[in-house]
């Protein structure tokens, strides 16, 4: 079953206003989220790492945003404890966030995605599943290339029956990243 982007991230999102006529933020409807490639981004200001990667991050998302913007963009879900950390931080940031006030959803997507370590990157297909990479090591190794890997068109097709594409698989302890992989029978094995 298909996830829409506004049961996960509300009618609304925020971002940053570069006209600054008014208000330092901007609403921006969740549904222009819809038939794009959504990387969720966990991180919070006072995260060495997080302060680190963004940065990358970022160069990576407007370098793409010139070829890919109708197909690829990014939700930020701040861990920040208070509002003026989260104000500083996401002026650093050209995609959308969660409000820091709605606060309950941002935790709920903590725990809907098994987030327990920041920065992380989770990547969605248009469709909602979730896209098995793991989104900051990616980002790390390949730059834009990963985006442009991601918003691919047959990324959103069906799975054909000889392979599997794992939904998420999560280990408390060992801190096991998302699989992908073809199927192999037992049978083929032996």
Not at 77 to 85: A, M, N
Not at 111 to 119: A, L, Q, R, S, T
């Amino acid at each position: 079953m298909a996830t829409k982007f506004s049961d996960l991230f509300g009618d609304n999102l925020i971002a940053v206003d570069t006209d600054r006529k008014s208000e330092v933020y901007r609403q921006v409807p969740t549904s222009e989220l819809e038939n794009k490639v959504v990387g969720i981004y966990f991180s919070g200001h006072w995260c060495g790492p997080c302060r680190n990667f963004t940065p990358k991050l970022a160069e990576c998302y407007t370098k793409a945003q010139s070829e890919l913007h109708d197909r690829f963009d990014i939700v930020f879900v701040s861990s920040d404890t208070d509002e003026q950390s989260f104000k500083e931080y996401f002026q650093t940031m050209p995609w959308k966030a969660i409000p820091y006030s709605d606060r309950d959803r941002a935790r709920k997507l903590k725990d809907k995605f098994y987030v327990e370590g920041i920065p992380t990157l989770i990547v969605l297909l248009p469709n909602g599943a979730i896209f098995p990479v793991d989104g900051r090591s990616d980002i790390v190794e390949k730059g834009v290339e990963a985006i442009r890997f991601w918003s691919q068109d047959e990324n959103d097709l069906p799975v054909s029956p000889d392979k599997y594409v794992w939904q998420g698989v999560f280990c408390d302890g060992c801190k096991m990243r998302p699989l992908i992989g073809q199927r192999t029978d037992i049978s083929d094995l032996r």
